[in-house]
């Protein structure tokens, strides 16, 4: 993990705590922000991308000036600590529980513990937020996916392409698949690559260099292809669950389409779980 991406902002109404936490994170590389005044700490908020807050004062003290209440409200992303005594120790935890804070460190603090702490902190955030983005891309992927189905289901019914559909799949329904966010790779009944889209050379293992021409058994695990394959001597539709390619899970949905001269042929959606 690279710490020199993340901000700290540490306020007190005591010089010598912050000096001591800046002093601390000095060469950890994370850029630390001070403050001894909330006012100025929420200005600083609003001028900096900041991580973590870690806040200093006694617990009976923090309904009365809402900081911490006002960084939840505003800037739900940031992690927010206090920094407080053993004896309060129970207190704190209650606040955790509640949501009013995410965590608390203890004064006073071994350094090299303290420094792991933090560190644990904003690991947790980068992890929170990069499960956000990976299910932010699992439901692109999955509407990505319904209105392919859609889009597909219209061009081939549309009786318009019926005599189009007997020779090849519109250039339009390519099109589609090409741009779409999700990886999709388009099979023949020999197992021939013939649609590869920009998303499928995202995919683990060797899919980088996949192309047209190639042979997706030459990709794909053969207990992944033996089921492709049936699929589409079958010509049905088949959703093949938590296929593993490169040690990583994916959901393989297998969609027939209309082949020339009634050859079999479809595409594979891959969305990773």
Not at 17 to 27: D, N, Q
């Amino acid at each position: 993990m690279k710490t020199d991406c993340h901000t700290v902002l540490c306020v007190d109404n005591e010089a010598l705590v912050i000096e001591s936490l800046k002093r601390l994170l000095r060469k950890e590389e994370y850029k630390v922000l001070a403050t001894s005044c909330n006012d100025e700490g929420l200005k600083i908020l609003k001028e900096n991308k900041v991580h973590l807050v870690i806040n200093v004062q006694k617990i009976p003290d923090m309904n009365k000036n809402g900081f911490l209440k006002k960084v939840k409200h505003e800037y739900p992303d940031i992690i927010r600590a206090i920094l407080t005594g053993y004896n309060e120790a129970d207190f704190a935890t209650e606040l955790v529980s509640n949501g009013y804070i995410d965590r608390f460190f203890l004064q006073p603090w071994y350094d090299q513990y303290f420094r792991w702490e933090i560190k644990h902190t904003l690991e947790r955030y980068d992890l929170i937020q990069n499960n956000r983005k990976l299910q932010h891309k699992i439901n692109e992927q999955k509407f990505a996916f319904s209105s392919l189905q859609k889009q597909l289901e219209d061009l081939i019914n549309n009786p318009e392409n019926k005599d189009r559909l007997k020779n090849n799949l519109p250039e339009s329904a390519v099109n589609i698949m090409k741009y779409l966010p999700v990886p999709i790779i388009g099979v023949n009944d020999e197992q021939k690559i013939m649609i590869v889209n920009q998303e499928a050379r995202f995919l683990p293992g060797d899919f980088q260099s996949v192309r047209t021409g190639k042979m997706i058994y030459e990709y794909l695990p053969d207990s992944i292809t033996g089921r492709v394959n049936v699929a589409i001597h079958t010509s049905t539709a088949k959703s093949m669950k938590k296929c593993s390619i490169g040690g990583i899970l994916f959901n393989i949905d297998y969609i027939p389409l209309p082949g020339q001269d009634g050859s079999k042929w479809g595409i594979l959606v891959f969305r990773q779980l």
